[in-house]
Structure formats: C-alpha cells, structure tokens
C-alpha cells in the first residue's frame, strides 16, 4: 500500500520505520527543512554537537525509545551523565532529584509534612491505579493527601510553572505518571538529539523511505477511494495517511472529519514554549549544577535555567558554556512577539542571581526558540476525551503528543504512539487484503 505520514519528528519517523519494514510505500512530508520536530537542534560551525533547540533528555525507564535505538544498532551512542537538578529555599539551592535528596530537603522542615510527602510519594511510585487517580485535579488530591503545606511548596510551582492558567485543573494521574517514570540519570545521544535524527532520516531514506523536507502539507481529502494530500499546491494520492502534528493543524487538514472528531480536537488544551539558548564565555553555575527549577513566587523571568555544559563537556561546543532559560507559556504572552534582544534584556538580572560575577558581555550569541504547540494539559477524566488514533475517515490516521497519557509526553512516548499507529494501520491494511 502507499502511505503518506506527515511530520518527521519522532513520532512519524517512527511510524514510517515500522510501515517500510512491513514492505510499504512510505512518503514523509515535513515542512521544516530537517527531521527531528521538536527535539531537533542546531549547530555552530565549530561545535561538533547540536544543541536541542529546546532542552531535551532521556529517562532510563524510556524504554521505547532505548528499545528503538537499540534495534537501530545504535546504543552505545547513548550517554546517560548523572546531572544536578536543583530546587530554591530561602536563597539557596538544594538538590533535588532523588528520594534522598528529596528526603533532605529543608523546605518542608523535618516533621509531619516531610511525613506526609514521603507516604504520598511511596504511594504514587507504588500504585498504577492512575484511572482512579484521573478523576481529581492534581491540585485537590495533592492537597488532600499531602497536605496544603506540601503541596504549596513542591507540587502547585511545578504545575503552574508546566501549565499556568491551567495548573488547577490539570488531572491527577498526570503528576503520578511525573513521579513514576522519572529517573535520576538523564540521557542524551553522542553528538546530540539532531544527529540521532539525521541518522534515523538517513536510515529511513537507505531503506527507500521519500522524506520530502520543506513540504508544508495542507488539506487531506478522501475522494475516488483514496486520500490526496496536497502540499504546496501539488495534489498525490494514499492508502492510508498518519498525522503527527498538532490537533489544531489536523483540525485544518481534514474539515471533512465528524463534527464529534473535530471537536474533541479543538477542545483539547495545550500550552506553548519560548527558550532562549546562550553560548556564553564562562560557567553560569559555578557549582556545575545543571537544571534550576524556578518557581513562578520568587520573581524569576523563566521557569527553567538549564546549564547544558554542566551536563555535557564543553569540548563538543568549542569550549562555549551553553545555557538555556525557557518557560511555558500561553500562546498571545509578550515573549511570543518580543525580539531576541528584549528577550536577553528580561533575562539578564536573573543571571545574576545565579552567579553574581555573570556580565553582559560573557554572552557570545542567543538564539530563541517559540511553539505554539509544547505541552498539552491533561484535564479531568482526560482517556475519555481523547481523540482516536483510527479516525472517523477510513485509511486516516491522528498520532501526537495530546494523545499521549496518561505518561507526560516526550520522544520516548512520540515512538510509542507512532509506533501503535503503524501497527492500526498494518492491521488495517492486512484485515482489507482478506476482506
Ligand atoms: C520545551 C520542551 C522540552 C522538551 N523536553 C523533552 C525532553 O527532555 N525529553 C523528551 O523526550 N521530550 C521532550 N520534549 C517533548 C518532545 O520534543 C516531543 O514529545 C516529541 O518531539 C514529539 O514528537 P512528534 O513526532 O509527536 O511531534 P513533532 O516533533 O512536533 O513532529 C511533528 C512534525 O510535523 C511537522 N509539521 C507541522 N506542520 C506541518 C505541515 N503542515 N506539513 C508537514 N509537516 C508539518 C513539524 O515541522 C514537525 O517536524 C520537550 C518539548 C518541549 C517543547
């Protein structure tokens, strides 16, 4: 059968692997000129790695995405440091990415709050009981449980950091998973998350895959037994089509969905991104931690400082230490239309908090990063108003980060998505072949 997938991000590029594999004609269309969607990276002259346009890791328990790599050939270019997350209290930063440190952590004191966060934290690692847990808001079940103390001081920052106007509603089940899946050492590929993607594009394309980059797809339409994309104007037709974008942009592509379809993917929430990168001349963090997680209260510009160069060497950067400084935020927020320049103004005063030696001219070059489309935001009883994968037109098929749960999305869940589709989309194809 011919199959057009849309999107070469991790998700689509997935899919296709799985649909050649089974003797396929695979097209990817992708509008960007390059493969790798929202892990994708850039890269300097004099830098022998990328730098992922918005930070990006692996967790040890990202087992689809080790297991693909793995069937790829390609594990031993999988480095997992052990970096340092840190957390604020009264001025200073603690570490915080482990039960132990977690454990000492001063902000809750030592007595029955520390209590109640380390029961509700043994719970949520030990239950998988997360339908039940999807029926409250993170908020109401962490104040319960935990207690408004704890819950103010550890949970309510990362929601509202994550989810903003939303972080009240965000459901239950999406903390537990947060808590469940996280690891404390944190992975990257050996030249960055780019030249993972470049060799899975190459691969792909070596086993007679068509990737067409810089192809901005822009209707799907079912006529004559067929599905015809159009793309910049040129019409070609399909089998089977998968989208891998957002819920909006499906919305577009497809007006002649079921009203149902189409408005359960219009009400689905999300939340965009802006980060800035820095290649600067010195470390910021002189204590080489490399996450700091900020909390929306103590006044900073950004939700996330993260020091790559404290998680991998600087020798792969040409020596430049590279920062990034990034939030989620709701589309139509001033950073969304602000310049690179009054973006670095913003962000400047927070640096040096962070080291008070830090100066204008330590800052060689910035690059800034924006989407619409970073984060989805798992409301109440979210399973029952996800989109189907299989959608409502025969041979077309839906597969993006909102669809993904009750896990928090990421490459390792874009592979596992994309792959679950491919697998609809074979026994699809095979169920036709003896109808
Ligand atoms: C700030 C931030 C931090 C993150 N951190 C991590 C992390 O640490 N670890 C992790 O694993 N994940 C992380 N993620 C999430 C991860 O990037 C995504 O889950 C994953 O890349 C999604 O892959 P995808 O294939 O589903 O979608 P995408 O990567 O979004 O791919 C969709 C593709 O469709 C293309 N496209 C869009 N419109 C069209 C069109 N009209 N025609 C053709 N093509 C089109 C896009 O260009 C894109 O390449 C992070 C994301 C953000 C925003």
Avoid: C
Avoid at 4 to 32: P, Q, W
Avoid at 35 to 61: C, D
Avoid at 66 to 83: C, M, N, Q, S, T
Avoid at 130 to 153: I, S
């Amino acid at each position: 059968m011919r199959v057009a997938i849309i999107g070469a991000g991790f998700g689509g590029m997935a899919a296709a692997y799985d649909l050649r594999k089974a003797g396929h004609e695979v097209t990817i269309y992708e509008s960007a000129d390059y493969v790798g969607g929202l892990a994708s990276g850039f890269k300097e002259p004099y830098w022998n790695w990328s730098v992922e346009k918005f930070y990006h890791h692996w967790f040890q328990s990202d087992s689809e995405m080790l297991g693909l790599i793995k069937e790829l050939g390609w594990a031993d270019r999988v480095l997992f440091p052990r970096p340092y997350t840190v957390l604020l209290h009264n001025g200073k930063w603690y570490p915080f990415d482990s039960i132990l440190h977690a454990l000492l952590f001063p902000g809750l004191g030592f007595g029955l709050d520390k209590i109640r966060f380390g029961f509700v934290g043994l719970y949520l690692r030990l239950t998988d009981n997360w339908k039940g847990l999807e029926q409250d808001t993170a908020d109401a079940w962490m104040r319960k449980y935990a207690g408004d103390r704890v819950y103010e001081k550890m949970w309510k920052p990362l929601l509202v950091g994550k989810f903003g106007p939303y972080y009240n509603q965000v459901n239950m089940a999406w903390m537990w998973a947060r808590l469940k899946a996280r690891t404390t050492r944190l992975g990257t590929f050996e030249g960055g998350f780019q030249r993972f993607a470049d060799m899975f594009g190459e691969k792909l394309r070596d086993m007679g895959v068509e990737i067409r980059l810089g192809a901005r797809v822009e209707s799907i339409k079912r006529e004559q037994d067929q599905l015809w994309v159009q793309a910049d104007g040129k019409r070609a037709g399909y089998d089977q089509v998968l989208v891998t974008t957002s819920p909006n942009l499906m919305a577009k592509f497809s007006p002649d969905l079921p009203e149902n379809y189409l408005k359960g993917l219009l009400e689905l929430k999300s939340m965009g991104a802006v980060v800035m990168v820095l290649a600067l001349k010195h470390q910021l963090s002189r204590q080489g931690y490399y996450w700091f997680n900020l909390p929306k209260e103590a006044g900073y510009p950004m939700l996330a400082v993260v020091e790559h160069t404290n998680f991998v060497s600087r020798e792969h950067f040409g020596g430049d230490h590279i920062v990034y400084a990034g939030d989620y935020l709701q589309v139509g927020h001033e950073y969304f239309s602000m310049s690179d320049e009054e973006l670095l103004e913003r962000f400047i005063p927070a640096f040096q908090k962070f080291n008070p030696a830090f100066e204008r001219d330590w800052v060689k070059k910035v690059w800034v990063f924006k989407t619409n489309y970073a984060q989805p935001v798992p409301l109440v009883n979210h399973s029952k108003n996800i989109p189907s994968i299989q959608t409502p037109i025969e041979g077309l098929y839906f597969a993006s980060m909102s669809q993904v749960y009750p896990w928090d999305r990421g490459t390792n869940f874009a592979v596992q998505i994309g792959r679950r589709a491919a697998r609809l989309m074979l026994d699809r194809s095979n169920r036709s072949l003896v109808d």
